[in-house]
């Protein structure tokens, strides 16, 4: 069975909380970057980002008419090819 990715929240050494997205490898792709003082706000966070997440496009400061496949992105010959 593969793991998917999820969301985590935890108690950051400051005592806020904070949330983090996971992916399904187990390495962190993401965090909140500031800390909440309730946990319910975390989590709210996280909705709040989702709902963001689902109407963004992701944009190329500087360049126009700039077109990404996100499902195949390829590199220069001295980085790797990711494809999903």
Do not use: C, Y
Request: proline share 1%.
């Amino acid at each position: 069975m593969t793991a998917s990715s999820h969301f985590e929240t935890f108690r950051r050494a400051d005592g806020d909380f904070g949330w983090r997205l996971v992916a399904g490898n187990g390495k962190k792709v993401a965090t909140s970057g500031e800390g909440f003082t309730r946990l319910e706000d975390a989590v709210r966070a996280i909705d709040d980002m989702l709902d963001a997440a689902r109407d963004a496009v992701i944009g190329t400061p500087g360049l126009v008419d700039a077109h990404l496949d996100i499902r195949h992105v390829e590199h220069d010959d001295e980085q790797e090819t990711a494809s999903g």
